[in-house]
């Protein structure tokens, strides 16, 4: 807003039209993204998605999951988060518990509901 001179009631305005048109669409935290063209965002929690990495990367039971650090970058997302987002799938009991110098491993696959 400080950088185009144009107030906070512009910006919104222009975001409603943006929105309204598919170009534009709001994201947690009060923020907005643009739409790309052609784009295909897949819109589902990540501990949902993370769960996905057993059967996309066709991890058995006993088999090392991905990092914490691989995950980020391939998600798009900060470490912290996708340790959030293990943590829930540890809670599910579908990955061991992660120890220092421990790599989390499967404990179990994910049910399919399709």
Same mark, same amino acid.
């Given at each position: 807003? /400080?950088?185009?001179?144009?107030?906070?009631?512009?910006?919104?305005? &222009?975001? +409603?039209?943006?929105?309204?048109?598919?170009?534009?669409?709001? &994201?947690?935290?009060?923020?907005?993204?643009?739409?790309?063209?052609?784009?295909? &965002?897949?819109? /589902?929690?990540?501990?949902? /998605?993370?769960?996905?990495?057993?059967?996309?990367?066709?991890?058995?039971?006993? +088999?090392?999951?991905? *990092?914490?650090?691989?995950? *980020?970058?391939?998600?798009?997302?900060?470490?912290?988060? &996708? *340790?959030?987002?293990?943590?829930?799938?540890?809670? +599910?009991?579908?990955?061991?518990?992660?120890?220092?110098?421990?790599?989390?491993?499967? /404990?179990?696959?994910?049910?399919?509901?399709?």
């Amino acid at each position: 807003m /400080r950088e185009h001179g144009v107030s906070r009631g512009v910006v919104l305005r &222009v975001l +409603a039209v943006l929105r309204e048109q598919g170009l534009a669409e709001p &994201v947690p935290g009060g923020r907005w993204r643009v739409v790309r063209p052609g784009e295909q &965002v897949d819109r /589902r929690p990540l501990d949902e /998605r993370l769960a996905d990495v057993i059967a996309d990367d066709e991890l058995a039971v006993g +088999a090392r999951f991905p *990092s914490t650090t691989e995950l *980020s970058a391939r998600f798009g997302v900060s470490r912290p988060t &996708v *340790s959030r987002a293990l943590d829930k799938l540890e809670a +599910a009991g579908l990955l061991s518990e992660a120890r220092q110098g421990k790599q989390r491993t499967v /404990r179990a696959l994910p049910k399919r509901t399709e």
